[in-house]
């Protein structure tokens, strides 16, 4: 029988598990038998329709009163890809490194928080939840979205989550996230009228006002940063005209362009800026598609930076910066029902070849969770 006291053996069978996105591969089902023999109460769901859809969603509790914490996490990974010294869903350690796809991003962290409740009596006070969904690297539609509309008909907002994507840098504990800047994209398309080169008074080209449109969104500073965010920034991620010939002037140019921005905006102004000036140079030949993949949000430091943040010393002698970089996570759905950080292994090799975890870090990571559980829930 799996001793659920073991990081180490619960991450294996995890990894095991082929659960790209959006496929469950097995891997819920796993945790929902550990837990269930833990004392919690699971709830499986399988939200959404094609093409986004369906995704396999895990919600898991135990306790009925008293502050609830709630640990969030992915059960899903991102595919392999070609060249692994092994089997990505083979999962093999090698020196002090446990290899396998999802190791770090996230197999380890949820291998580490339930052994961390495994240590918990089953009579703990307060209540502590796993919110584990299966669609975290695809296009989030039906995944912790549609586990916090569950939660919200079961009752069950937390007062307190800890999301457990691969944090730290260069040393576990030497990083937590508490927040995240927003994302968005914006896809425009110019229309014109197809001539011939030589005779342009007889066309439209429409690549000339998506140039000046394109300049003018670049020559802007949206902002200079601020005390816990970077600047924000706007990139042009496309330029398409697909025209091959030479002698043609186009009939259609489109462009998409992503921001990454801080707390200093909202994902909508930003989109009604885009707008304005794809109608000033374009007027009704321009048109604007936009999707919001996240908002920017920041949990101030506090008491749940702090608990976390002194788990971490205790068990590492560090002292975690609070930071916000990188790229976006699902905290940035969480964090409308409250204090939201983020802490877990270290990502190095996240999303990468041969993908890996030191297996003093999951012993760790567990025993720092431990602590973060103990104190939240008031133990």
């Known amino acids: 029988m799996t001793s659920l006291h073991d990081p180490i053996e619960l991450a294996r069978q995890l990894i095991a598990c082929p659960s790209v996105t959006p496929v469950e591969g097995g891997a819920q089902q796993l945790l929902a038998d550990w837990l269930a023999s833990l004392g919690f109460t699971v709830h499986h769901f399988l939200d959404g329709q094609a093409p986004d859809g369906p995704v396999p969603n895990l919600l898991a509790v135990r306790g009925n009163t008293g502050p609830h914490v709630a ?5 899903d990974v991102v595919t ?3 060249g ?3 089997d990505p869903f083979a999962p093999e350690i090698r020196g002090n490194l446990l290899y396998g796809r999802g190791a770090v991003d996230m197999k380890g962290a949820i291998a580490a928080a339930v052994a961390a409740m495994a240590t918990l009596p089953t009579d703990h006070p307060g209540i502590i939840s ?3 969904t299966g669609d975290e690297e695809g296009p989030s539609r039906f995944g912790t979205l549609s586990l916090m509309e569950h939660m919200d008909v079961l009752g069950l907002r937390p007062d307190l989550i800890l999301v457990g994507e691969p944090t730290s840098q260069h040393r576990l504990g030497d990083m ?3 927040g995240r800047r927003g994302s968005v994209n914006v896809w425009i398309t110019v229309n014109g009228q197809q001539g011939h080169v030589a005779y342009p008074h007889l066309a439209d ?3 000339t006002p998506l140039v000046r449109i394109l300049g003018r969104l ?3 500073t949206l902002d200079q940063g601020n005390d816990w965010f970077q600047p924000s920034n706007l990139e042009i991620t496309d330029i398409n005209i697909g025209n091959e010939a030479t002698n043609i002037i186009p009939a259609q140019a489109r462009a998409r362009v992503n921001i990454r ?5 909202g994902g909508q102004d930003l989109i009604d800026w885009i707008s304005g000036i794809v109608a000033a140079e374009a007027g009704d030949k321009g048109e604007v598609r936009s999707a919001i993949s996240g908002e920017a949000f920041l949990t101030d430091p506090g008491d749940w930076s702090t608990i976390i943040a002194g788990a971490i010393k205790a068990e590492t002698g560090l002292e975690p910066e609070l930071s916000t970089s990188g790229g976006t996570s699902d905290a940035r759905f969480l964090s409308r029902w409250c204090p939201v950080v983020e802490f877990g292994l270290c990502n190095a090799t996240m999303h990468k070849l041969d993908e890996a975890v030191a297996l003093d870090d999951l012993k760790q990571l567990s025993r720092i969770y431990t602590q973060i559980f103990r104190t939240a829930i008031g133990f």
Request: no cysteine; proline share 7%; glycine share 10%.
């Open 218 to 220: 670049k020559e802007r």
């Open 205 to 207: 080209n429409p690549a």
């Open 84 to 86: 692994w010294n092994g």
């Open 261 to 265: 921005f801080n707390n200093e905006h």
């Open 71 to 75: 640990f969030a996490g992915h059960s």
């Open 176 to 178: 937590i996230k508490i």
């Open 80 to 82: 392999p890809g070609n």
């Open 130 to 132: 796993l919110i584990i």
